[in-house]
């Protein structure tokens, strides 16, 4: 199992930028992807964005070209960066490790996008 600690989140304006990090418990170089996801409100938690230990990346449609996923193995920390965001980017986001076939979420961070 692998203990996950989100931390960045909180209140942005609209077109505004925030960054989010996850730092893991185990090293990095054994977790195959490492995740974010996001849930809002009356909705489903979705997948946001993965970054795999190839080094390889996907997005949702609705992030691509404004969120960069990153993963540093030597700090054993994931990041977010989100860009110009939107109101709907607004909700709970959570960071997951994919260890040895098992899921591990963190508590999860507060993003709130509004005027």
């Known amino acids: 199992q692998v203990q996950l600690v989100e931390s960045g989140g909180g209140l942005v304006q609209p077109g505004g930028s925030l960054g989010l990090s996850c730092a893991a418990s185990?090293?990095?170089?054994?977790?195959?992807?490492m995740g974010w996801y996001r849930q809002a409100p009356g909705k489903q938690r979705e997948l946001v964005a993965m970054?795999?230990?190839?080094?390889?990346?996907d997005y949702a449609d609705s992030v691509k070209g404004r969120f960069t996923v990153s993963r540093d193995n030597a700090k054993n920390t994931v990041y977010l960066q989100m860009n110009y965001l939107k109101s709907e980017d607004a909700g709970v986001y959570y960071c997951n490790a994919d260890y040895l076939g098992y899921d591990s979420w963190g508590q999860g961070t507060q993003v709130t996008v509004s005027s």
């Open positions: 185990r090293t990095l170089w054994t977790i195959k992807n």
């Open positions: 970054a795999r230990s190839d080094g390889s990346t």
